[in-house]
């Protein structure tokens, strides 16, 4: 049978296995395939397919209001992103960065909030959450467009908030925020309310989102939620604590349940940097190790205020991170941090951890090293039932700069085509850089000889628009919570003066 007759079906399954923009490239070879590949059915399938891949929510697309131009642009924008950064320089070469233009560029409409403290792009482009004080808005900025005149609001009163963190439901149907303020009663102990607000998604057709909450107040101990690390993962808020003793506890609570984990913690030198979940694992991060424990049987409170009873919940495993030779952690500003949003983490493992170090020489010029480390599948061997080591994988420098300028505000990062991109902002400048899927024969194994560096990941730099600087001196460094980029539509928002929210688009549309 020739190929031209052969079933649209087959054609079809052909299709799936492609990414978008080959797709586009195989439509070019001839008739046939040309008009497979014009099928609106082959690209609310691709859809589909990005959004599970891509940890974007189902209700991101309205699908049937799309045209077959929209689809194209959504489903090809992650491959295009992609394209665009690999065109950069390596890090660190710093004056042969690759500058990418915006293409649009709009103020979301403010109607008299005031002035803003957080901001989050939502994976997928179109929603983005902004914090001011008193409440949180969802802002709706259509896709595949410039961005909508009029977006859709949903605001949540909330006032007195210190801490802000979105994540997915574990159905992609809500947006939740965590959130908590500070409770000053009579009682000489702080108390510390822990609220998840629930943007409901479901019914798009509402003319304003639906919204709730749940909340848990922290009475028993003075509560410093918010100083140390904490996370939400799906139906799961876990945070680190410090009881009046001085003792540091872990706290896992499933606040759909309203049931609750609580548990010592060895107290250490330098603290925790960061806490996440590793499907059953709760994981705390050290400069020099990650300590696992599995999550114990979660209870009930007597009452929503009362005391959380602590258990003994043995350590599972102790991991060493092994540094490279060369690299020192005597650097003279705090190590901290750096990873993947707490949002991907409702639905698979972080796939690596970067440390971000800033050390000055004596002339006061700052070099800053993102230190990257791989965890690459699970620490627990049956061979081994102790560890197996994760090995620091490669070594980036910033280039370095005179002045607290040029320290470092990384993003956390996201997830596009499973690449892992990488926004950071430096001496005013935005930039963007991508680590590749690391596989399995790039993985531990292979880089068991501490010194084993990878080859650093091309970089390119996010021309900002004139009109919207992001403060009124040309030197200031916009605040890691102040700006948010999303690869998976190529739109970055960020915050102007602080009264002002930019969104900018960088890719063309329609340029398909």
């Not at 210190?162 to 947006?175: L, R």
Request: glycine share 6%; net charge neutral; charged share 20%.
């Amino acid at each position: 049978m020739p190929f031209s007759d052969l079933p649209f079906g087959v054609y079809s399954n052909i299709f799936y296995f492609l990414d978008a923009l080959d797709i586009l490239a195989v439509g070019k070879t001839c008739s046939t395939l040309r008009a497979a590949s014009q099928a609106r059915s082959v690209w609310t399938t691709a859809l589909t397919k990005l959004c599970r891949e891509n940890h974007i929510l189902k209700t991101t697309f309205d699908v049937g209001e799309m045209s077959l131009n929209q689809l194209k642009h959504v489903c090809t924008a992650p491959s295009r992103t992609l394209s665009m950064i690999k065109k950069g320089s390596p890090m660190g070469t710093y004056q042969d960065y690759l500058t990418l233009n915006p293409q649009s560029v709009h103020e979301v409409h403010q109607n008299g909030f005031g002035k803003y403290q957080r901001i989050f792009l939502v994976p997928g482009g179109r929603y983005l959450l902004a914090y001011g004080g008193k409440s949180i808005i969802l802002y709706d900025l259509n896709v595949a467009q410039p961005v909508a005149t009029h977006p859709i609001q949903a605001r949540v009163p909330h006032s007195n908030d210190f801490s802000f963190m979105p994540c997915p439901s574990p159905d992609g149907q809500e947006i939740r925020v965590l959130m908590s303020r500070k409770l000053h009663g009579s009682s000489i102990a702080i108390q510390t309310e822990i609220s998840v607000i629930f943007f409901i998604l479901k019914d798009q057709s509402n003319e304003r989102l639906s919204t709730t909450s749940r909340s848990t107040t922290i009475s028993s101990w003075s509560s410093s939620f918010g100083r140390l690390p904490y996370t939400i993962v799906g139906d799961l808020v876990v945070f680190c604590d410090e009881l009046d003793n001085g003792d540091d506890i872990l706290v896992v609570w499933h606040y759909m349940q309203y049931k609750i984990a609580a548990w010592h913690i060895p107290t250490v030198t330098g603290g925790y940097l960061e806490v996440f979940v590793d499907k059953e694992y709760v994981v705390l991060v050290l400069s020099a190790e990650l300590i696992y424990w599995k999550i114990p049987d979660l209870r009930s409170r007597p009452h929503p205020e009362g005391d959380i009873p602590i258990q003994k919940i043995p350590v599972s495993c102790r991991v060493p991170l092994h540094w490279d030779q060369g690299i020192s952690l005597q650097v003279q500003r705090p190590v901290y941090c750096a990873r993947l949003f707490d949002w991907y983490n409702t639905f698979l493992s972080l796939p690596s951890i970067d440390f971000v170090s800033s050390a000055s020489d004596c002339c006061l010029f700052i070099k800053n090293t993102l230190i990257c480390h791989q965890l690459d599948g699970s620490p627990f061997d049956p061979k081994d039932p102790e560890f197996i080591p994760f090995h620091t994988f490669s070594q980036f420098h910033i280039p370095a700069g005179s002045g607290s300028r040029h320290r470092l505000r990384v993003s956390p990062y996201a997830i596009c085509n499973d690449w892992v991109v990488k926004t950071f902002m430096q001496d005013t400048k935005l930039y963007v850089c991508a680590t590749p899927p690391r596989n399995g024969d790039v993985g531990n194994q292979a880089l068991s000889a501490a010194g084993t560096s990878m080859e650093p990941d091309r970089t390119v730099r996010l021309l900002l628009p004139e009109d919207y600087r992001p403060a009124d001196d040309p030197h200031t460094t916009l605040a890691r919570k102040h700006f948010c980029f999303d690869p998976l539509s190529g739109r970055l928002a960020y915050l102007s003066k602080g009264t002002r929210i930019v969104v900018v688009d960088y890719l063309k549309y329609p340029d398909i």
